[in-house]
């Protein structure tokens, strides 16, 4: 993870439905508030799975949160049928990459988890 003052970013490593999926997340600097991601693949099922890496299914993930309003954290909910519109901890999965999709959501989870102190901690 680097934290250069402006953004954080966070390298993120999972499994999809055919080999890893990877990418970066970058957060806001109130370290809750996502401001972009970027997911790659080696193997994902093209048109499907393998859209994790096009922009269309990326940019959704701008402006959504980690943490709820307790401060709980939360992490991105992929959703199989479509996110809740003005759900700021889900987006719509991928149609017919569904385990690719709860892949990269058990990456954002893990990933993620594993910098949940240094995420609450202040003065950083």
């Known amino acids: 993870m680097k934290d250069d003052g402006r953004k954080i970013i966070v390298p993120l490593h999972g499994k ?10 970058a957060m806001e600097q109130d370290r809750k508030t996502i401001y972009g991601v970027n997911f790659g693949h080696d193997k994902e ?3 499907l799975g393998a859209e994790i890496s096009e922009s269309w299914f990326q940019e959704p993930f701008a402006g959504k949160t980690i943490f709820d309003e307790t401060g709980r954290f939360t ?3 992929v959703e199989r049928g479509g996110a809740e519109p003005g759900d700021p901890h889900a987006v719509d999965a991928i149609s017919g990459g569904t385990i690719t999709s ?6 954002l ?16």
Do not use: H
């Open 102 to 107: 709860k892949g990269l959501e058990a990456m």
């Open 45 to 47: 099922t093209p048109g």
């Open 75 to 77: 992490s991105i909910e």
């Open 109 to 124: 989870y893990d990933c993620l988890l594993s910098y949940e102190s240094y995420f609450k901690k202040e003065g950083n």
């Open 16 to 25: 999809g439905l055919w080999g890893p999926i990877y990418g970066y997340l």
